[in-house]
């Protein structure tokens, strides 16, 4: 199965909201995440990462939050704007070159 | 652009034709990775180059498949005989590093769209 999950499949906010979207892993080995943004009809563009020896990263209006005593990653995104629709995907890299990839959640923003 | 590339974007083929598309990685990138997405899933590692030695395959990699990356830059993924089964969107990775972990950003292509009718 799948090591890396989504609390949620789906998530509406607000225009100028902030949002936060939620992923769980299960392997306590995974030492770097990647959040990535994947737009319709293109590839996953990577937005922000984080390794294991740290609990926050700070991006462009974006925020990556490690917990690693709950295995819990999280991206937030501040003021959220219509072009930030599109599926978000959190990918842990397990001990090896290779990422695994959740199924993702879709954020919709309302105007 | 200097982004990962694939070629080409969309391609519909009849069942049990062969198809082969093309990435050329960012160029200064020595890693290269094949993924598969099917609608609705996250992408599913296929396989892995480090500059023209592939690395792993996965086992979702069948015998139709094959890839290569003769001279540590562009890469090839050809399906032979392809099967309804293989519709998917075919993404593309590189990135750079040395060692057995995976640690520096991958950059992803915009795919190629495959269609078995």
């Known amino acids: 199965g799948e090591s890396v999950g989504l609390h949620l499949p789906t998530l509406s906010v607000q225009e100028g909201d902030n949002s936060i979207i939620n992923c769980a892993y299960s392997?306590?080995?995974?030492?770097?995440f990647i959040w990535y943004k994947q737009e319709s009809g293109k590839g996953p563009q990577f937005i922000i990462d984080i390794r294991s020896n740290m609990d926050k990263r700070q991006g462009q209006r974006v925020t990556v939050l490690l917990n690693k005593t709950v295995k819990h990653l999280s991206l937030q995104i501040a003021a959220t704007q219509p072009g930030d629709s599109a599926v978000y995907f959190c990918a842990e890299n397990m001990a090896d070159y290779k990422l695994s990839f959740g199924a993702g959640t879709t954020v919709t923003v309302r105007a | 652009d200097t982004g990962v590339s694939q070629d080409p974007r969309h391609k519909i083929t009849k069942r049990g034709q062969n198809v082969t598309f093309r990435c050329d990685p960012i160029?200064?990138?020595?890693?290269l990775y094949w993924y598969r997405q099917t609608l609705g899933q996250g992408p599913e590692f296929l396989t892995y180059f480090q500059n023209e030695a592939q690395l792993e395959k996965s086992r979702l990699l069948s015998d139709r498949f094959s890839a290569e990356r003769p001279k540590g830059s562009f890469s090839t993924l050809e399906i032979q005989r392809t099967e309804q089964g293989d519709s998917a969107m075919y993404l593309c990775a590189s990135s750079s590093g040395q060692g057995a972990r995976l640690n520096t950003e991958a950059f992803f292509g915009q795919g190629t769209r495959l269609t078995v009718v």
């Open positions: 160029s200064e990138h020595n890693r």
């Open positions: 392997n306590s080995a995974s030492d770097y």
